[in-house]
């Protein structure tokens, strides 16, 4: 959310909102959905979350762990952004919606330096 104080009273509007100054004061524009909007945010079948990761693991690790089920077009492993250590989860995307199901029938509950990883289709983000 975006908060802007203005002389007599403060706005609130999320992200979709933009202030907009007019004649009579500030109003709310809404921009037109330029097709980026809410298709932006459906569910990508070939995006994996992985969870339980290994401290240890790294973009690169991740990313030769799953070569094995087919073509990995990203490996990301989340960290901290303060202390850059791995949260234990990281993303792989692979080249399509088939290597993907593969990765996961794979993967899913492999042992990986004794933690079992857990693989699904990734969900969309949330807002917060």
Known sequence: MIITKFEKYSCVWSASEIPRETSDG????????????????????????VGNLPYSATDESLKD???????????????????????????VTMKDDA?????????????????????NVARPMRER
């Not at 500030?26 to 994996?48: A, I, R, S, T």
């Not at 850059?84 to 993303?91: C, E």
Request: avoid cysteine; charge should be positive.
């Open 99 to 119: 290597a993907a199901e593969a990765a996961i029938a794979a993967m899913d509950g492999k042992e990986i330096e004794g933690r079992q990883i857990k693989v």
């Open 26 to 49: 500030v109003e709310k524009y809404y921009p037109p959905d330029n097709g980026l909007g809410k298709k932006e945010k459906m569910e990508q079948k070939n995006k994996l979350y």
């Open 65 to 91: 762990l799953f070569a094995g089920a087919g073509e990995v077009v990203e490996a990301k492993v989340i960290t901290d952004k303060f202390s850059g250590r791995s949260k234990g989860f990281g993303f």
